[in-house]
């Protein structure tokens, strides 16, 4: 069953550095988001990725944060200048169609920003 | 940001038995909830989806309710078997904001052999 991957499962960076996290989506989806949750809070969402374009971010998508699909398969999310309180799991999802369509979760990964 | 609530952070319930899990919502203009199941170290899995013109839709051991004058819906998984032990998570999303969705906070469920 296609599934959604993610690299690394966990980052340990000092605060200030910069930081890749990197999904590859299924591959006949067409639509990208990335989620984090923070210890013991709630999955926020981050930013939804269509046609090579951001087409909804949150106010937590700073300039700090970025996405990219470099080619046909990855899907990344780019942090400048990491804080402490990035220190969160990431999770990055994919779904065909977009509007009421499932979307389907990797398995995060951990950042931890000392 | 309390537009989608899961006030039950736990749940037990004996193998077997029913499990209903409750989420209200505050945001009329959601037009889709899904319910997703979480293991630790893993990403939230989906479980079953309902559009917001519908009532119920059924997967299955699982089924979700939705009562759109109240603002509420439910999970309910019969019969619930230890393997169904997880954090469950509702989540809410509309058309019309880049398919964002936002989540609950999630109910541990505990099932007992």
């Known amino acids: 069953e296609p599934e959604v991957t993610q690299t690394p499962s966990h980052q340990v960076t000092q605060m200030g550095q910069e930081v890749i996290l990197r999904c590859v989506p299924i591959?006949?989806?067409?639509?990208f988001y990335w989620y984090r949750q923070i210890l013991g809070q709630k999955v926020e969402f981050l930013v939804s990725f269509y046609n090579n374009e951001i087409s909804e971010k949150s106010e937590i998508f700073d300039d700090q944060f970025s996405v990219e699909r470099p080619d046909g398969s990855n899907f990344t999310l780019k942090i400048r200048s990491t804080k402490l309180e990035d220190s969160a799991m990431y999770f990055c999802?994919?779904?065909?169609?977009?509007?009421?369509?499932?979307?389907?979760f990797g398995p995060g990964t951990r950042l931890t920003v000392l | 940001d309390q537009q989608v609530k899961q006030n039950s952070p736990s749940l037990s319930v004996q193998e077997g038995r029913i499990s209903i899990l409750n989420c209200d919502y505050t945001n009329s203009m959601f037009d889709y909830f899904l319910w997703y199941k979480k293991y630790p170290a893993e990403g939230p899995t989906f479980l079953i989806s309902i559009s917001s013109i519908k009532d119920k839709n059924e997967d299955g051991r699982f089924t979700v309710f939705l009562n759109k004058s109240a603002k509420h819906l439910s999970l309910h998984i019969v019969p619930s078997q230890p393997g169904d032990s997880a954090v469950y998570f509702c989540a809410a999303g509309h058309n019309n904001a880049g398919n964002m969705l936002t989540f609950g906070g999630g109910t541990r469920l505990m099932v007992k052999p």
């Open positions: 999802a994919s779904t065909t169609r977009g509007a009421e369509d499932t979307q389907y």
């Open positions: 591959s006949n989806h067409l639509y």
